[in-house]
């Protein structure tokens, strides 16, 4: 170990152990069950490690110094080694966390939407809305209904990165949403059409990201849950709507 590792006093296990139940017991004193506050974490911790992985992935390396092409070569694999194993911890905590369930299918098979996945899709997808378009008084206040039919057509690790799918759907459609919202969202001349009534709501991005990705799952769970045909009907209409 050189002098320069000795002197970063990283955390040991203890630590980080320490850290982590500090941190589920604040959260128990707020409400939060320690099963939902143990999946948050976990989810950190993954995607520590594989932001990590990735920014390492990323950029060119080379050995340090030149000592010859086969210290470099012995240098380049040990780091390609290292780097490798990185990536399967970051596996193996997602699936800690996540469980092997990698598979999709028909409606009532994937496990149902916990609490803590419809409040991250919440977190998730507020922000993304308010981008487009601004707060509805006539927002029909059914989010946690929708969001589970939502999150019911995706695996548990689908749902892991969920955020990140709603952000590449934003930022791949933005002109086809602005538009969208500016002609059936609030503030618009049809604000008051039952049919457009999902236009109201931050779920509509949710909503819309499924409809273009698993139609048939989604009229499968929203069936299931008995929410009105109509809305996802408005929203297929505003969206194939003439530019």
Sequence with gaps: MSAADEGRQW???????????TLLQLLARTGVPSGDARQLIGLLEAGA???????????????????????????????GGLLEELGAIAERTLLRVVGEDGQQGPAGERPRAGRMEVERARVAVTPLYLSFTA?????????????TAVLGTMSLRQRARYAGRLTEFAAAHRARLERLFAAYGPGSA??????????????????????????????????????????????????????
Excluded: C, F
Aim: avoid cysteine.
């Design 11 to 21: 955390p040991d296990e203890a630590s980080v152990d320490n850290a982590r139940t």
């Design 49 to 79: 490690l594989a932001l990590a992985h990735e920014e390492l992935s990323g950029g060119a390396r080379s050995a340090p110094g030149d000592k010859g092409e086969a210290y470099e070569a012995g240098w380049l694999d040990g780091a």
């Design 135 to 147: 707060v509805s008084e006539l927002d029909p206040e059914v989010t946690d209904e929708v969001l």
């Design 190 to 243: 049809i604000r008051v059409h039952g049919r457009y009534s999902l236009l109201h709501s931050a779920t509509s991005i949710a909503v819309l990201e499924r409809l273009v990705a698993a139609p048939q799952e989604l009229r499968e769970e929203w069936d299931a849950a008995e929410l009105p045909p109509a809305w996802l009907d408005g929203l297929m209409t505003a969206w194939n709507a003439p530019a």
